[in-house]
């Protein structure tokens, strides 16, 4: 049945709805500046659509009763907001959030220092639970070597020997419970399982982790507390424990946050400032660069975003900025020589001027991207594999002169070369008029209004880059209000599954099933491996094929088959025998006729041989589904 709705739906969506949409939102791209005003029933749902990852059931009363323009200046605010308490206790466990590059690496280290610790080379660390994870994967680790033969002096073994040893592991754990515990262990249900593991020491509970195949470690992952489902977790690898808090706690905050404004420009300066999580020790860094360079900088200064960025050795590392060296400079002490033997690397110049400022009709040359990567040779990451900070390596700079944008930069500055590059990137107008076209961009429309775009670009220069202020004049301009802009752009993946949770109200006990549908839409958390970042624009995201699957996703959510997340539609049954109202409870607004032709479509084949209402779930996940609900 849900396959006949899904193949409807898509000839709905991509013939008829998003054909709609295509019309609506060339209409505004090709409009003057706009005078009509949106009619003032819909500005809350209008600014809970822009300015949040969605509004949640009694968001639009709340923002009715605050009053549009005051729960707007509290958003700006974020510090005036009180945090709410189920996103603290969500992010609580996920310790690796607080830590250090350094402190990642020493207490989730990379493949690089296990091996040294087999090799005694390093010692293992003094936690118990940590040493216990580490002294099982080097067993593991060895354990292929010896199916290969690659261990020294080993002989290949069967996979059936390595089987009855995995038996033969798991008898061992075994022992240490008693036949009652044994029982639950070996025929209780997971949740059975789970109780029984919270009552056991840390190191039986850990022993018996390991000796469990992966398949029936994952079955408990789903119905565990959190302690153990990060024990869990473990097994898996140190890195993904790291990796899969940052994911989770991005869905966290867009989805239970108070302060959502907050939330959406982390989000859009993440993507203007990107960095590929899976470069690399930009591992272990992006948790820092996104919590320490762009969250602080989201309502700040650009100026001090930019240079925190700049100096970011997140930022270093994926750009290989780290790398960049001057002609004739001396090689470090001890250095590799092949270390010694790097030149010129002009990726980071680029991107600064390309995306990070100017923009590419910037007026910048070939020949100013490379004075610019002069200037920052030397701006460098001290023991980037182990978590080291941002350094600058007198040795490593380019000492000569330079010219930038026909402005001489004298010999022998130093690292104030680069800081004088930061700083007359950051007044130039070109940059005032591009950040304000990105950010019209993902909170107005796919082609703002030039004069809009104007009126930001002089808040910016007037303000010396204060994006609080380029921010206000956008949300007061009347382009923001206009008719046309309602529900005239269409969400990301990460805005279509984070607005759908809030709309159903549902709750999230662990993301990993979610980052696994927003890889599948398109937008795997913090791994665009392109310096763009992902588009804010409505076009990049329009195709048969993702708005198909954005409607699968739908029809899980509001099934209950997202593993980790709980939807609760009962406050939906009083609408069941009216699909329409209840569609307009999730939307909260009335519906446009695409909408309607696509729940409708969805519900023929379920209905047309009875009277029976149609099932809360299907109308929900169909909802969730239609053109309207893709659009904010």
């Not at 565990?224 to 869905?251: C, E, W």
């Not at 069941?576 to 307009?584: S, W």
Request: glycine fraction near 6%; proline fraction near 7%; include cysteine.
């Amino acid at each position: 049945m849900q396959q006949k709705v899904l193949a409807s739906f898509a000839v709905v969506l991509t013939l008829s709805g998003f054909s709609a949409f295509a019309r609506k939102h060339k209409s505004v791209a090709t409009a003057q500046p706009p005078v009509a005003q949106m009619p003032a029933a819909q500005k809350a749902l209008h600014a809970l659509n822009r300015l949040t990852f969605g509004p949640r059931p009694g968001d639009i009363e709340v923002v009715n009763q605050t009053g549009v323009d005051r729960w707007i200046g509290q958003q700006l605010h974020p510090e005036s907001i009180a945090e709410n308490p189920l996103l603290e206790a969500k992010l609580q466990p996920l310790d690796t959030l607080r830590m250090s590059p350094a402190e990642l690496v020493a207490a989730y280290p990379p493949p690089q220092q296990i091996k040294a610790m087999t090799e005694g080379r390093m010692p293992y660390p003094a936690d118990a639970e940590t040493r216990f994870m580490l002294e099982r994967m080097v067993a593991r680790y060895k354990e292929k070597l010896m199916q290969k033969g690659d261990a020294a002096g080993a002989t290949p073994i069967s996979m059936e020997k390595t089987a009855d040893r995995r038996s033969e592991q798991l008898e061992n754990a075994a022992k240490l419970l008693n036949s009652d515990q044994l029982h639950v262990f070996q025929s209780g249900t997971n949740l059975e399982k789970v109780a029984l593991f919270e009552t056991l020491p840390l190191l039986t509970q850990l022993s018996l982790l390991d000796a469990m195949p992966q398949p029936r470690r994952q079955q408990l992952y789903a119905v565990a507390s959190p302690g153990l489902r990060r024990r869990i977790q473990r097994f898996s690898g140190p890195l993904q424990v790291v990796n899969q808090d940052l994911s989770d706690s991005k869905l966290f905050r867009a989805i239970y946050s108070n302060r959502q404004l907050e939330e959406v420009l982390a989000d859009f300066w993440y993507n203007h400032f990107n960095v590929y999580l899976d470069k690399g020790a930009d591992r272990y860094l992006v948790t820092t660069y996104e919590r320490d360079v762009i969250r602080p900088h989201v309502l700040g200064s650009f100026k001090d975003l930019l240079l925190a960025t700049a100096q970011s050795p997140a930022m270093l590392f994926y750009l290989d900025n780290f790398q960049s060296v001057g002609p004739d400079t001396a090689p470090a002490q001890n250095a590799n020589p092949k270390r010694a033997k790097r030149g010129l690397n002009e990726n980071y110049g680029r991107e600064l001027m390309e995306l990070h400022t100017l923009g590419v009709d910037g007026g910048y040359t070939q020949q100013d991207v490379t004075e610019v990567a002069r200037c920052f040779t030397g701006w460098t990451i001290r023991q980037p594999r182990k978590g080291g900070g941002f350094e600058f390596n007198e040795r490593q700079h380019d000492k000569g002169e330079k010219h930038v944008l026909g402005i001489t930069i004298p010999a022998g500055g130093g690292m104030d070369d680069g800081l004088k590059i930061i700083d007359l990137l950051a007044h130039h107008p070109a940059t005032a008029r591009f950040i304000s076209k990105s950010l019209a961009v993902r909170f107005v429309s796919d082609n703002p209004p030039q004069p809009l775009v104007d009126r930001m670009a002089a808040t910016f220069t007037r303000t010396q880059g204060d994006l609080r202020e380029v921010m206000k004049t956008m949300l007061a301009s009347p382009e923001f209000w206009t008719p046309d802009a309602f529900h005239a752009k269409l969400k990301s993946p990460l805005e279509m599954v984070a607005s759908a949770i809030r709309a159903t109200n549902a709750d999230v006990d662990f993301g990993f099933a979610l980052n696994r549908e927003l890889t599948q839409l398109g937008e795997p958390l913090f791994r665009k491996q392109e310096p763009t970042g992902y588009s804010n624009k409505s076009q990049d995201w329009v195709n048969s094929a993702a708005l198909l699957a954005r409607m699968n996703f739908a029809m899980n959510l509001t099934a209950n088959k997202v593993p980790g997340v709980k939807v609760d539609l009962q406050r939906f049954v009083n609408a069941q025998n009216d699909p329409m109202a209840m569609a307009h409870d999730i939307l909260m607004t009335d519906l446009t006729p695409e909408a309607r032709q696509t729940i409708s479509q969805g519900l023929v084949d379920n209905n047309s041989a009875t009277t029976k209402p149609a099932p809360i779930e299907l109308v929900a996940g169909l909802t969730l589904g239609s053109p309207d609900f893709q659009r904010r």
